[in-house]
């Protein structure tokens, strides 16, 4: 108790001197805390936005671009992550010696390494070795197109764009296209659900499986390709036009950059928990499958992965959420991502370090905080039901 | 019975055959690369590949490093002499090698000074990392700080006699103590440092020479690869015990104790290393009084320091928890009161258990060193993407520069990493 009192008593004064410090200083320099920057007109471009943003908007738009851009690169790298890490994981598992060795060394290489001289390797290059736009000029160019559809430049990789001819707002094409997709691609997974689920009851009550795989082939490709023959799908190819390629989606160098090296840096780690995941489940579990029976892919499928995943998948939330915390590292190669825009430019234009590095740190913080809030649903979850 | 043989068959063999070789395809070699290589068509296949992709790796850089150069002095030098080959120029590295270990600003015929701060980091290392050997170097461990302080900052040799001398007299004060209270030899041993370092800047600044024995080089002098050593070395060291103090406290019954902790380790470990390095760079300052002036190598230090021992504190709750609760209760049955307790039964286990845990958040604090390159510190990345490339005679070399940083770290990396698996199988005392 004793204790607690002076803990207590030391915190105050802490605090109270951290406090009058802080006053002090701030009465010096003539600053006080306040929000209103946020309102006030950014003054600076963004070159790589998802939502309308121009130097006029004001600085809390900047930031909520800087937003989205951080949970784009964190959304692609947490996928490519996971296919890259999974893949390694496995073929480190593989009887084959050399693809085993070939792995163990791309873990170990990427591991050891930081992630910021991946990072800046890879945008060096994209700057750097890329061909420019220049090189695809003339009659015998440089440089071609990748499929005539794919263009590789040092500004940034060009991909055909999908639009609707006939979709909702004309010819630029609204959200609402989109969210259309996406019910009709939600619909076919709740169908393909539905025929699963009378697939187990049948087998359950008649112990043969009626074959699903062609019905559910079908239940999603047909009804999204109908909905993109009526709204008629056409993509945009990417073309020169005078100086720089137009049309299709730009992906920017940064982007590109940011992307490729957290998925190849953090795949590395999660190849290391695939394999403990993979290693955890005793060998017996295998055998006893085998034991009744169980051909040997269904033995993976059914006996194997679904203990594995118990083990991998509170590490790989981990993992999301250092791809998430290191995706900041977008700062290094100019993408302009939270960091970049409230915690880069936005500050060192307003001089607001204070205001500006708190909401960044509570925006981390939100989303560490959310991640982990789903982990822990998920982990009780799937923990081990003890009597 | 025995002459039946002698009318049911023709001939019997009565000497043994020599033992044949196994066949060719079933031993040696042969077999390992059926088994290994080409079990099945799939796997035939994968193997094809895998050496079609490490012909295309080697194919690309052996020649490109081999061919290398080493002894020109700019990079159009080094185009004139390959004359449109492909091959590295690496004689950027032997031109900037003195900047790319130790900064652009280091007094150049001081190079010597923390050349011999690395050298005495593996004695004093030694005895921490083999404790095989005999437990009185540890004294070098203990002096190694004082030492490499004096030796990369010079100045007068005062300051840090002075320091050392404060913890002598705050270690004095507690073991006088330690045997009645704990918090009361604790907290009079810190106050009683304090004391000793007080006075002693007092005297220190009244009996300092005007020109010390070794030159005094200011902290914003200090870069390149040097840099992320003592970054990486200060912060561990300092956060492995600031960590073991959170990880107790969040296992507190005290509910402020508690509750401090885990709000603290909660908010470190939410946040990116790089909000904290803003901290430093850009808002710590308001929070020192007006009048100091805490340079940034300090301030750096300060927020590493949280921010690996929010991460340590976690890897050592793990190993607490992981301890049984029989040996909470057999210490408490011993009458041994919490100190005790935790000093001579549940930390040395404890700490055991998270020596693997505590070696990668070592590592992976070693790899965000990097990071200061991005508040404008010359780190061997700051040194490489600032003045290096940026200077007319090197602009556009990245390969050979980017390929040695991340040499470097790889080395020092992997090393450690194997060190704790050494580790890791020496002290495995159970199930052997």
């Given at each position: 108790m004793t204790l607690q009192v002076i803990a207590a008593i030391i915190l105050a004064l802490s605090l109270a001197y951290l406090y009058s410090n802080l006053a002090a200083n701030l009465r010096a320099a003539g600053l006080n805390i306040s929000f209103?920057?946020?309102?006030?007109?950014?003054?600076y471009d963004i070159n790589q936005t998802l939502i309308d943003y121009n130097s006029q908007s004001s600085n809390l738009r900047a930031a909520v671009v800087g937003i989205l851009n951080t949970l784009l690169v964190a959304f692609l790298a947490c996928i490519t992550a996971t296919i890259f890490g999974v893949i390694a994981g496995v073929l480190r598992l593989s009887n084959n010696w050399l693809v085993r060795k070939l792995m163990a060394v791309y873990v170990e290489i990427f591991r050891n390494i930081p992630v910021l001289i991946w990072i800046i390797i890879i945008f060096t290059i994209m700057t750097a070795v890329m061909p420019s736009p220049?090189?695809?000029?003339?009659?015998?160019?440089a440089s071609s197109m990748l499929f005539d559809l794919f263009a590789f430049t040092n500004r940034g990789v060009y991909v055909p764009g999908p639009y609707f001819t006939r979709g909702f707002g004309g010819g630029e094409g609204s959200a609402l296209n989109w969210v259309l997709v996406i019910a009709v691609l939600v619909g076919s997974f709740f169908a393909t659900r539905f025929l699963t689920a009378r697939a187990n009851r049948i087998q359950e009550a008649t112990g043969v499986r009626p074959n699903t795989l062609w019905t559910n082939l079908a239940i999603w490709i047909l009804p999204i390709s109908i909905f993109c023959l009526i709204f008629g799908l056409t993509w945009d190819i990417p073309a020169l036009k005078g100086f720089n390629f137009g049309g299709g989606i730009k992906i920017g160098g940064p982007l590109i950059a940011l992307w490729f090296a957290l998925s190849i840096y953090t795949g590395a780690f999660i190849a290391e928990n695939v394999r403990a995941g993979i290693q955890a489940v005793s060998k017996g579990q295998t055998e006893a499958a085998a034991a009744l029976g169980i051909r040997p892919r269904r033995v993976m499928s059914l006996v194997v992965l679904p203990q594995a995943l118990r083990v991998i998948i509170p590490p790989l939330i981990s993992q999301y959420l250092n791809i998430t915390k290191n995706s900041s590292l977008a700062i290094a190669v100019g993408y302009a991502d939270i960091t970049a825009t409230l915690g880069g430019i936005t500050l060192n234009q307003t001089g607001r370090a204070i205001e500006c590095v708190l909401l960044l740190m509570l925006f981390y913080l939100v989303i560490s905080l959310t991640i982990s809030a789903v982990m822990n649903v998920y982990n009780n979850a799937m923990k081990l039901k003890e009597r | 019975m025995s002459d039946t043989h002698e009318h049911s068959v023709a001939f019997v063999r009565t000497t043994e055959i020599p033992q044949q070789p196994a066949p060719m395809n079933a031993a040696g070699p042969v077999k390992w690369m059926r088994e290994n290589l080409f079990p099945t068509w799939a796997n035939a296949l994968l193997t094809v590949a895998a050496i079609y992709v490490i012909y295309l790796i080697l194919s690309a850089t052996l020649p490109w490093i081999f061919g290398g150069l080493w002894t020109t002095s700019s990079l159009a030098e080094c185009r004139e002499v390959l004359q449109g080959k492909s091959a590295a120029c690496f004689s950027v590295l032997t031109e900037r090698w003195n900047q790319l270990l130790f900064g652009f600003k280091y007094p150049s015929d001081m190079y010597w000074r923390p050349t011999l701060a690395l050298v005495l980091m593996f004695v004093a290392l030694a005895p921490v990392l083999f404790f095989d050997l005999p437990r009185k170097l540890l004294i070098a461990t203990i002096l190694y700080p004082f030492i490499a302080y004096w030796l990369i900052w010079g100045g007068t040799v005062l300051t840090p006699i002075f320091a050392l001398v404060g913890f002598a007299v705050g270690y004095v004060v507690y073991s006088r103590f330690v045997a009645r209270n704990f918090a009361l030899a604790l907290s009079g041993g810190v106050a009683a440092a304090m004391v000793a370092w007080y006075i002693g800047s007092l005297i220190v600044s009244l009996i300092?020479?005007?020109?010390?024995?070794l030159e005094a080089v200011p902290s914003r002098d200090l870069g390149g690869f040097m840099l992320n050593m003592m970054l990486g070395l200060t912060c561990v060291s300092l956060s492995v015990p600031l960590g073991i103090a959170l990880a107790l406290g969040r296992q507190s019954s005290m509910p402020l104790i508690k509750w401090i902790c885990v709000v603290f380790i909660e908010f470190i470990r939410g946040v990116p290393l790089i909000t904290l390095l803003f901290v430093a760079s850009v808002m710590l300052a308001y929070f020192f009084p007006p009048e100091a002036t805490v340079d940034l190598f300090l301030r750096v230090v300060i927020m590493i320091t949280m921010f690996s021992s929010a991460y340590i504190a976690e890897v050592i709750r793990g190993g607490l928890a992981a301890l049984p609760k029989g040996q909470y209760e057999a210490a408490d049955s011993l009458g041994l009161d919490y100190a005790q307790a935790m000093r001579l039964i549940i930390l040395p286990q404890a700490l055991k258990i998270s020596i693997p845990g505590i070696v990668n958040i070592a590592v992976g604090l070693f790899k965000d060193t990097t990071l200061v390159s991005v508040i404008s510190m010359f780190d061997l990345v700051g040194m490489i993407r600032g003045p290096i490339l940026a200077s007319t005679d090197w602009n556009g070399v990245y390969w050979e520069l980017l390929g040695f940083a991340a040499l470097l770290f790889f080395v020092v990396c992997y090393g450690i990493s194997q060190y704790s698996q050494w580790l890791e199988r020496r002290l495995a005392t159970d199930h052997r």
């Open positions: 209103g920057f946020l309102n006030s007109s950014a003054g220049r090189d695809f000029r003339g009659d015998t160019p | 300092a020479p005007e020109t010390p024995l």
